[in-house]
């Protein structure tokens, strides 16, 4: 894949985690009605609609941020986290298939966006060890 392509692809699906997420997220946090319901609906007490919603919104956030590729694993885990325990909740309380599916669809982009992510937005990787470098004598040494 050249690079134009990468480019493209990662910023449409980190566009449409990082929309889902933030919609998502300010919704959690308004506390209507309808979030309660849901939240209600698969077993969970009402305050854990503010603490996920926080939790969207930063990640949402974070996402987009320049730099900080520690953040952005993290983001990336706890958006991992969040849509696999959507899916089972919902298969949990017998919702239907949509319900279960949706939760899967976006961790199938969230897992496009960390892939196709560019280099500045990685965690640089540790330097490997150069195989013919030895320190002391090798442990069956006679």
Same mark, same amino acid.
């Given at each position: 894949?050249?690079?134009?392509?990468?480019?493209?692809?990662?910023?449409?699906?980190?566009?449409?985690?990082?929309?889902? /997420?933030?919609?998502?997220?300010?919704?959690?946090?308004?506390?209507?009605?309808?979030? @309660?319901?849901?939240?209600?609906?698969?077993?969970?007490?009402?305050?854990? #609609?503010?603490?996920?919603?926080?939790?969207?919104?930063?990640?949402?956030?974070? @996402? /987009?941020?320049?730099? /900080?590729?520690?953040?952005?694993?993290?983001?990336?885990?706890?958006?991992? /986290?969040?849509?696999?325990?959507?899916?089972?909740?919902?298969?949990?309380?017998?919702?239907?298939?949509?319900?279960?599916?949706?939760?899967?669809?976006?961790? #199938?982009?969230?897992?496009?966006?960390?892939? @196709?992510?560019?280099?500045?937005?990685?965690?640089?990787?540790?330097?490997?060890?150069?195989?013919?470098?030895?320190?002391?004598?090798?442990?069956?040494?006679?």
């Amino acid at each position: 894949m050249n690079d134009k392509a990468r480019t493209i692809g990662y910023w449409i699906a980190t566009g449409l985690l990082g929309f889902a /997420f933030a919609a998502g997220g300010l919704a959690d946090l308004s506390g209507s009605p309808q979030v @309660l319901e849901g939240m209600a609906h698969l077993g969970y007490p009402a305050y854990f #609609a503010t603490l996920l919603g926080a939790w969207k919104v930063l990640g949402a956030i974070a @996402l /987009f941020a320049p730099r /900080f590729p520690r953040l952005k694993e993290w983001a990336y885990a706890g958006i991992f /986290f969040d849509l696999t325990g959507a899916a089972v909740s919902h298969a949990a309380v017998g919702d239907a298939a949509g319900k279960v599916i949706t939760p899967l669809v976006l961790v #199938a982009v969230a897992a496009a966006s960390w892939a @196709l992510r560019p280099e500045s937005r990685r965690l640089a990787s540790a330097p490997k060890p150069d195989a013919e470098v030895r320190v002391g004598r090798p442990a069956l040494a006679t």
